[in-house]
């Protein structure tokens, strides 16, 4: 199994978020103002979480078991879903979340998972170009063009393209509006059945060509089957798809076999792709 050594700066760029994001903003309080109004501004200032645009997390699932060697590092087992809360600065290491603890992890024991949404890093012109002339509603979610390692989602309304930034706050939840969620994911989940637009009713809309369900799909890793009823196929093969309906295994069929196999091994295609 592959390791790597982590760059040994990390330390001291994480302190450095740290310290950038512990500063309060202080309020100058009236004199008049009542002993318990103050002692309750005071409160809300240190409670309430500021909203900040920072780097926004997607979800990973574990393909191997990783037990950390390093205090700052994060131990997790093969299969849990960890949330990947920055990815820009080391190219082996991501820092993540799971069950409420944070450290790094090595980037070769976990897969991404894809999204038929996420439009990966392209410019704001590029999504307005896709979703002109799509259905209100149709959207994606990009990696930010003037602020790389964040995300912006791109909306039709219609008769234009709306974006949005993405913000966090230190409580670690995510915003469009009002509402936070732990993730991305959770986010974009909620505007399905949720206006997303405050002056008119506009609910998220997966594009008519994601809509439409995968016929095939490339194996983006290895798989070793655990049990007999298990696909098992080799990373760049095409696996034909014969029922996508649960989200935990998916049955396809690869060089004459029929098996299940996890889905966050494959990348499924799609017609118009």
Not at 96 to 108: D, I, Q, S, T
Not at 195 to 213: G, M, N, Q, Y
Request: hydrophobic share 35%.
């Amino acid at each position: 199994m592959m390791s790597f050594l982590r760059m040994s700066n990390h330390d001291k760029s994480d302190s450095k978020l740290s310290q950038s994001h512990e500063s309060l903003q202080t309020r100058t309080v009236d004199s008049s103002t009542s002993w318990l109004t103050t002692v309750l501004c005071v409160c809300v200032s240190v409670c309430a979480c500021e909203r900040v645009v920072k780097r926004s997390s997607m979800e990973a699932v574990a393909l191997y078991t990783f037990r950390a060697t390093e205090g700052d590092e994060l131990s997790f087992n093969k299969g849990d879903m960890l949330k990947i809360t920055n990815m820009e600065d080391d190219p082996n290491w991501y820092t993540a979340e799971l069950h409420n603890r944070k450290g790094f992890v090595p980037k070769n024991y976990i897969n991404l998972r894809p999204h038929a949404w996420f439009a990966g890093r392209i410019s704001r012109g590029v999504a307005e170009s896709r979703l002109r002339h799509r259905e209100c509603g149709a959207f994606l979610v990009r990696e930010s063009e003037s602020a790389p390692g964040e995300f912006s989602m791109s909306v039709s309304y219609g008769d234009h393209v709306q974006h949005f930034k993405v913000l966090q706050d230190r409580c670690g939840q995510y915003y469009v509006w009002d509402e936070g969620f732990s993730s991305l994911n959770e986010l974009v989940d909620f505007y399905h059945s949720n206006s997303i637009a405050k002056e008119r009713t506009v609910f998220l809309r997966d594009p008519e060509h994601f809509a439409r369900r995968p016929h095939h799909a490339h194996a983006l890793f290895d798989f070793t089957p655990h049990h007999p009823s298990q696909l098992r196929f080799l990373r760049g093969d095409v696996i034909e798809l014969i029922d996508c309906s649960d989200s935990l295994r998916w049955k396809g069929r690869c060089h004459g076999r029929v098996g299940h196999f996890p889905p966050e091994y494959v990348q499924p295609i799609y017609q118009n792709q």
